[in-house]
């Protein structure tokens, strides 16, 4: 279910669930799924909808990761799916839809980070706020989150490409990144660059989060909102953040109960992959007043007239 490995000699096992695991594991990430996609899409639709959302850089960095969301939710489900339907896939197919759910993985921490920054101008430079987060750089800005992203996925797949035989793309894997970009250099550069990103990510969490904290505290109409609000969006960096060190998770837990793999494999891919996804929607999808005013009504598909922001 997730795109990193939990140990060579782990993924290399054949080992397999009952019955009845099978059915509930696949009935929960499915529904998991299909609920947050669902929330997620109204929570698009909105934004498309109205001008005044679709020109705030703030809801177009959370649409851009609400979005993430959805692709990254559906590439997960559908391998999980698969890996207890077939067990094994295709190499060249697994490799696309790791790359692809790799992609908005790593787009996610990023984004949120940039999402501090743009916290911060908000409230400690509000008069310039407009100047400096235009719609035109904000989409710069995540144009540049999708370079940095290319940049660091490319050499695993040339890398492979370059040093693996025809012969390997024909065979069926347990899909993981350990299973299909095996160069032993890859590893490293995977450690190095998460390392890096890991590192990039948190100073710029402590800096702006920690400005806002303060400058939030003496405005005491919005402090407490302003806290929550911080506080929540830090839980779910941290959460998704966790994929740095998902493989690291993973052996620790594996090395203490081999004789749990799967149960483990499948409790972290919900802690790391799903976990952040759901509180995305919770961030501003119900706790802001704008979008709220449009949940109730959307989700439920009522007809009525529309409501002005």
């Not at 012969?167 to 250099?185: A, K, P, S």
Request: aromatic share 10%; glycine share 4%.
């Amino acid at each position: 279910m997730n795109f990193s490995s939990f140990g060579s000699n782990v993924t290399s096992i054949a080992v397999q669930d009952d019955s009845g695991s099978i059915i509930l594991k696949n009935a929960l990430t499915i529904g998991l799924c299909f609920a947050i996609n669902y929330v997620n899409s109204v929570l698009v639709y909105t934004f498309v909808q109205h001008e005044t959302l679709n020109l705030n850089p703030r809801y177009i960095l959370y649409i851009h990761l609400v979005i993430n969301d959805i692709i990254l939710l559906t590439m997960l489900t559908l391998i999980h799916v698969l890996s207890y339907i077939v067990y094994s896939i295709n190499v060249s197919l697994c490799i696309l839809l790791a790359m692809i759910g790799t992609y908005t993985s790593i787009n996610n921490p990023m984004t949120l980070a940039v999402m501090a920054i743009e916290c911060y101008v908000a409230v400690c430079y509000p008069l310039r706020h407009s100047q400096i987060c235009s719609v035109r750089k904000t989409y710069i800005v995540i144009g540049l989150i999708w370079l940095v992203c290319t940049l660091n996925l490319l050499p695993d797949l040339f890398v492979t490409l370059a040093t693996e035989s025809i012969e390997f793309f024909h065979l069926n894997v347990f899909c993981t990144r350990g299973n299909i970009f095996r160069h032993q250099h890859l590893i490293v550069k995977e450690d190095i660059s998460n390392a890096v990103l890991l590192v990039a990510v948190w100073l710029t969490l402590l800096y702006t989060y920690f400005k806002v904290l303060f400058a939030a505290q003496s405005v005491a109409s919005d402090a407490k909102k302003a806290r929550n609000t911080i506080l929540l969006q830090s839980f779910q960096l941290v959460l998704s953040m966790l994929i740095y060190v998902k493989r690291e998770i993973g052996d620790g837990l594996i090395c203490l109960f081999p004789e749990s793999v799967m149960a483990i494999r499948f409790g972290v891919a919900l802690l790391v992959n799903i976990l952040p996804r759901l509180i995305t929607p919770l961030v501003y999808g119900i706790r802001d007043k704008t979008f709220r005013k449009y949940l109730k009504r959307y989700l439920l598909c009522r007809k009525g007239n529309k409501v002005a922001i």
